[in-house]
T-cell receptor, first 114, second 110 residues
Framework: NAGVTQTPKFQVLKTGQSMTLQCAQD?????MYWYRQDPGMGLRLIYYSASEGTTDKGEVPNGYNVSRLNKREFSLRLESAAPSQTSVYFCASREGTGATWEQFFGPGTRLTVL | QKEVEQDPGPLSVPEGAIVSLNCTYS??????FMWYRQYSRKGPELLMYTYSSGNKEDGRFTAQVDKSSKYISLFIRDSQPSDSATYLC??????????FGKGITLSVRP
């Protein structure tokens, strides 16, 4: 099992460009999450999907959109990138039933917006 | 005040030292407490979890929770250079979202 995979691993954008970060999990998990990690700020939740067909805003959703394409895939889109979106982005998944709260993380995407 | 506060670090200790990492929280709804370890340029991985006040031991690692004082700690005994990483506390209540501390970077010197 690959666990949680993310593409691309690195990306450099110019201000105003758009891009989609892809995430897929092969653990049959119900819940999926997108975080950003910045120095001194920890992990901050952007959006999450508690189950297939649902999405909700997290702590820092402005400037982002998400799509839960199916149970396996959860994508994050930047419509018009800004330098403030320079960050490391992590996708995570969780089984989502009962008290199974452990989240499994992908390797991250390092995004630089110039 | 943020819901979860974590000692900022960084922290540098000699090999073999006992390390204490701490977080405090303000939300009484938090019931499940975790420590994640993140190596450089990798995603976080769950290290330990607990849901009750008291201590939980796993090898050289001990997780401690004091719900009455709203703080959690992670102790590392006989620290090794391989323990060098960023440690993040995380906690959740009845919903599916985790709230993370900012993380502390630990360096264990050989």
């Amino acid at each position: 099992n690959a666990g949680v995979t993310q593409t691309p691993k690195f990306q450099v954008l110019k201000t105003g460009q758009s891009m989609t970060l892809q995430c897929a999990q092969d653990m049959n998990h119900n819940s999926m999450y997108w975080y950003r990690q910045d120095p001194g700020m920890g992990l901050r939740l952007i959006y999450y999907s508690a189950s297939e067909g649902t999405t909700d805003k997290g702590e820092v959703p402005n400037g982002y959109n998400v799509s839960r394409l199916n149970k396996r895939e959860f994508s994050l889109r930047l419509e018009s990138a800004a330098p403030s979106q320079t960050s490391v982005y992590f996708c995570a998944s969780r089984e989502g039933t009962g008290a199974t709260w452990e989240q499994f993380f992908g390797p991250g995407t390092r995004l630089t917006v110039l | 005040q943020k819901e979860v506060e974590q000692d900022p670090g960084p922290l540098s200790v000699p090999e073999g030292a006992i390390v204490s990492l701490n977080c405090t929280y303000s939300n009484s709804a938090f019931q499940y407490f975790m420590w994640y370890r993140q190596y450089s340029r990798k995603g976080p991985e769950l290290l330990m979890y607990t849901y009750s006040s008291g201590n939980k031991e796993d090898g050289r690692f001990t997780a401690q929770v004091d719900k009455s004082s709203k703080y959690i700690s992670l102790f590392i005994r006989d620290s090794q250079p391989s323990d060098s990483a960023t440690y993040l506390c995380a906690m959740t209540g009845a919903n599916s979202k985790l709230t993370f501390g900012k993380g502390i970077t630990l360096s264990v010197r050989p």
